[in-house]
Each structure stands twice: as C-alpha cells, then as structure tokens.
C-alpha cells in the first residue's frame, strides 16, 4: 500500500514554469497526484529561466504524472479550456493551487493604469476565474483543495518594494480566501491560502539582485506546505492563511 499522500488525485497549478508553483508541481507529483502544469512559458525567452515543458519533464523524469497546458490565467476562455482538458484526459479534479502572478512594482504615483489592471488581472483576477472555473466539478464530486498563494506584503510593508498593485491584489486574495471558504464548508471543499515571506524566485531575485538573500525562503519550503494541506480532510483545515511558522511543526522534515 503507498504511503503517499495524493495518489489519485489530480492538481492544477498555476504559475508552474518557475519558483513557488513549480516547487509545488513537484511536491504533489512525488506524493502521487497527477499534475497539470499550468502557465503560459512554453520556450524560453528573456531573463528568467523555465517552462511548463522543464517542469513537467523533470516531474516525469521521477516517475510522476504531468501534463504541460500553455495558459493565459487572466484569460476566461483559456481558463475554461484548461479545465475542460483537465477533466476530460485526467477525469477529475481534486486540487487548485492559485499561484500565477505578476509584479510591477513602482509607487502608486508612477504605475501606470495599464500595468496596474495587468498586475491585478494575473494575480488576483485569475485566482476569481479558475476558481470559478473548478467549482462545478468539484462541487458534484463533494471534495475539493482551493489553495491560493497569498503574500506577507499583503498585511505588511514589505521589503524589497512590492508596490500597491501587488499588495491589494494579495490582500483581495486573503479576503477571497476567507468568503469563500464559509460558502464552499457544505460542499466539502476547502480553501486555504499560503503566505510566504520574500522568497528566492527567478523572478523575486531578478526584481532584486542585490538584496542579502541568506534569510529569503526556499520555494521547497512551500511546495512541503501545500501538500501538507492539500492531504488533509477538508472539512478540517479550511480559511486559514497559513504562513510557515503556522504549520512548521507539523510537517516532518521541514528546514
């Protein structure tokens, strides 16, 4: 019998090129769930380096399951695709993980309403369109993970910069993880959200390449995290925004 936490379940997560949501794409494969990886990366091009394509090889090349779907998440109707791909090849789908996001950070004065709708619509918006999209799926099969990655700069003046645009997005994302969890409870789908601290991203230290990273989280760190709530009952661990200190002594092995 595997002693693996997520055999047979199914995860998409977004943003999965790259950072937290590739670190997370892997988790849940080595655990045994089947993996879409999510974004919109197929080829390489410009300073940060990974693709869905890497991600999805290196998750097979442990012996896991994952399918690469190229995806604008600020897109409905790629949206919408995604998830009727996912139930038509894998059948199911078990876990959300919202973690696609983008970052301009400039001051308030400077940005641009362009680049704001742009940060808003990837990083908040895109949580709103593929949770929407899960939800009758999930609601028929009475279970569910909605899972969104939250930021500290959402409760917090964070440093490095991470400007407005950003931290509203973030907070709207806590706020939405809250609501939607007491009106989901009956259905037995959580939704939870994770909030990490600076952490070393390609995109995180390419913003900030000079900052002393020594004390940034390890995207490792979150992937541990989100398996650790995507394995529990729904019904018991559901509107909370956990940071690492919430649930470092119940995850064996956690740095």
């Known amino acids: 019998m595997s002693n693996k936490r997520l055999v047979n379940k199914v995860a998409i997560v977004t943003g999965a090129s790259r950072g937290i949501g590739k670190s997370i794409a892997i988790a849940m494969a080595r655990e045994g769930a089947s993996v879409i990886v999510a ?19 290196e998750i097979k090349a442990q012996g896991g399951n994952a399918l690469p ?7 409905e109707t790629e949206v919408e695709n995604m998830v009727q791909r996912t139930l038509s090849e894998m059948g199911r789908i078990d876990i959300l993980v919202n973690n696609a996001a983008t970052n301009i950070p400039r001051e308030f004065r400077d940005i641009t309403m362009k680049q704001w709708d742009l940060v808003t619509k990837i990083t908040l918006r895109s949580a709103i369109l593929c ?16 899972i ?7 409760i917090s003046i964070n440093d490095p910069f991470t400007g407005l645009a950003y931290d509203v997005s973030k907070a709207g994302i806590d706020r939405f993880t809250w609501g939607l969890a007491e009106e989901l409870r ?54 909370k925004i956990l940071s690492a200190d919430d649930v470092k002594q119940e995850i064996a092995g956690m740095d």
């Not at 390449?209 to 019904?235: E, T």
């Open 69 to 75: 779907v190229q995806v604008n998440v600020g897109d």
């Open 148 to 154: 969104n990655v939250t930021s500290v700069a959402s």
């Open 186 to 239: 009956k259905y037995n789908i959580a939704v939870n959200a994770l909030m990490p601290q600076n952490t070393i991203t390609e995109g995180w230290v390419m913003l900030n390449p000079d900052y002393d990273k020594s004390d940034w989280q390890d995207p490792a760190l979150w992937g541990k995290i989100a398996v650790y709530v995507a394995s529990r009952d729904p019904s018991e661990l559901t509107g």
């Open 131 to 146: 949770s929407k999209s899960v939800l009758p799926s999930m609601i028929d099969q009475r279970y569910g993970h909605i």
């Open 39 to 57: 974004a919109r990366t197929i080829e390489e091009s410009g300073p940060m380096k990974g693709t869905i394509l890497e991600t999805a090889a």
